[in-house]
């Protein structure tokens, strides 16, 4: 048995003094950290990662969202994209009924009413970008004309001489190419 020194206090009471003070220490200046317990960090921790896994999710749908929306604004696109066209055309068909409700038509009332229509029809097309491409005395394309064949003539060999249908060009885009006749030389 050890002998203690009549000056010096007992383990358990040190102890006990020692944690009296701390525990007047953190009273005193509650900006002392006291570690948090594991249970309590587990807990944090987990609340943090519903947190983030609950913003993901919102994320996700709402680029799901966004997607369906674009597929839908596509798909109208599509489907009415020739509805400006289709309301420009409408003036004609009325004209064109218009005309034929007409009895003991003469033929210069026709012919008036023919060209008028024409005139509409040709607004129509240049309010939808379509260009009609009448190539003759060109130089021969075929990237927009369509050769039926090649006659024996005068003018520079590959010049369009005759056109038998005119081409029409959307937006620059060929939809349908000039049937032409191209000049060849003499003696071919």
């Not at 950290?33 to 996700?60: F, I, Y």
């Not at 034929?100 to 309010?127: C, H, I």
Request: glycine share 2%.
């Amino acid at each position: 048995m050890q002998e203690q020194n009549p000056s010096t206090p007992p383990a358990d009471e040190l102890q006990a003094q020692a944690a009296a003070a701390a525990q007047t220490v953190a009273d005193a200046d509650p900006t002392i950290d006291t570690m948090p317990s594991l249970e309590e960090s587990l807990r944090q921790a987990e609340l943090k990662a519903a947190e983030h896994h609950d913003a993901w999710l919102r994320a996700k749908a709402e680029t799901e969202n966004v997607r369906r929306r674009a597929q839908d604004d596509i798909a109208k696109a599509s489907k009415f994209a020739a509805e400006k066209f289709a309301t420009a055309m409408l003036p004609v068909k009325d004209s064109l009924e218009a005309a034929l409700a007409v009895e003991n038509q003469t033929v210069e009332k026709l012919r008036e009413g023919v060209e008028l229509t024409l005139k509409q029809l040709v607004s129509a097309f240049e309010g939808a970008n379509l260009a009609e491409e009448n190539p003759l005395n060109q130089k021969f394309d075929p990237n927009k004309h369509q050769a039926i064949s090649a006659v024996e003539s005068d003018a520079e060999p590959n010049t369009v001489v005759t056109v038998l249908q005119k081409g029409y060009l959307l937006n620059e885009r060929v939809i349908r190419p000039a049937l032409v006749m191209v000049a060849k030389a003499k003696g071919q």
